[in-house]
Antibody, heavy 122, light 112 residues
Framework: EVQLLQAGGGLVQPGGSLRLSCAAS????????MSWVRQAPGKGLEWVSA????????YYTNSVKGRFTTSRDNSKNTLYLQLNSLRAEDTAIYYC???????????????WGQGSLVTVSS | DFVMTQSPLSLPVTPGEAASISCRSS???????????LDWYLQKPGQSPQLLIY???HRASGVPDRFSGSGSGTDFTLKISRVEAEDAGVYYC?????????FGQGTKVEIK
């Protein structure tokens, strides 16, 4: 059974930093591309970032480029999201998700973590 | 960026009845391989989202066959043939053509 166990959320002041983690089990993590998706309180879903299976390629939505960094440690089966220069509008639940790929292209996010709440407030 | 627009935003349904949600993209979701890269997700109250449909009409593993997806180009539909109480939640469409992958605003399905 695929499991994604997230950790690392919390309250941080504007301009501060936080690191989220997503520990994977039940599948071959090193062959699976991954994404982060967030959801502001009472709002819809927003894709944030993705990484290839090897971690050699990363992608970001414009609003977080230069501030957030996605990385992975395939030896530890763990995905990370480093959040820097945080703003109030970054307040959200952050989900990690596995990619279901076909011919090297994303088909969908087929497993999701339980979510980590990040609150940016003074 | 692709803009995804769903309608309606709220949908009250009676158990056993059919339900339909529309999703429109600002650009075609057809890729060169002939497939439409459109997903449907359901987020039940207090839970993480779950994948229902990918490539516009393919049910994800374990998804009941009362869920079906259709459409082409820029217009897509999710249909629930006979709504059950467990189908309550917010349904999102998402384009998977190119990054940034973008979601619709969500449609809240409420069981009467």
């Amino acid at each position: 059974e695929v499991q994604l166990l997230q950790a690392g959320g919390g309250l941080v002041q504007p301009g501060g930093s936080l690191r989220l983690s997503c520990a994977a089990s039940g599948f071959t993590f090193s062959t699976c591309a991954m994404s982060w998706v967030r959801q502001a309180p009472g709002k819809g879903l927003e894709w944030v970032s993705a990484t290839s299976a090897s971690g050699s390629a990363t992608y970001y939505t414009n609003s977080v480029k230069g501030r957030f960094t996605t990385s992975r440690d395939n030896s530890k089966n763990t995905l990370y999201l480093q959040l820097n220069s945080l703003r109030a509008e970054d307040t959200a639940i952050y989900y990690c998700a596995t990619h279901y790929d076909g011919s090297g292209h994303l088909l969908g996010f087929d497993s999701w973590g339980q979510g980590s709440l990040v609150t940016v407030s003074s | 960026d692709f803009v995804m627009t769903q309608s309606p935003l709220s949908l009250p349904v009676t158990p056993g009845e059919a339900a339909s949600i529309s999703c429109r993209s600002s650009q075609s979701l057809l890729r060169a391989d002939g497939q439409h890269y459109l997903d449907w997700y359901l987020q039940k109250p207090g839970q993480s989202p779950q994948l229902l449909i990918y490539l516009g009409s393919h049910r994800a593993s374990g998804v009941p066959d009362r869920f079906s997806g259709s459409g082409s180009g820029t217009d897509f539909t999710l249909k629930i043939s006979r709504v059950e109480a467990e189908d309550a939640g917010v349904y999102y469409c998402m384009q998977a053509v190119q990054t940034p992958w973008t979601f619709g605003q969500g449609t809240k399905v409420e069981i009467k």
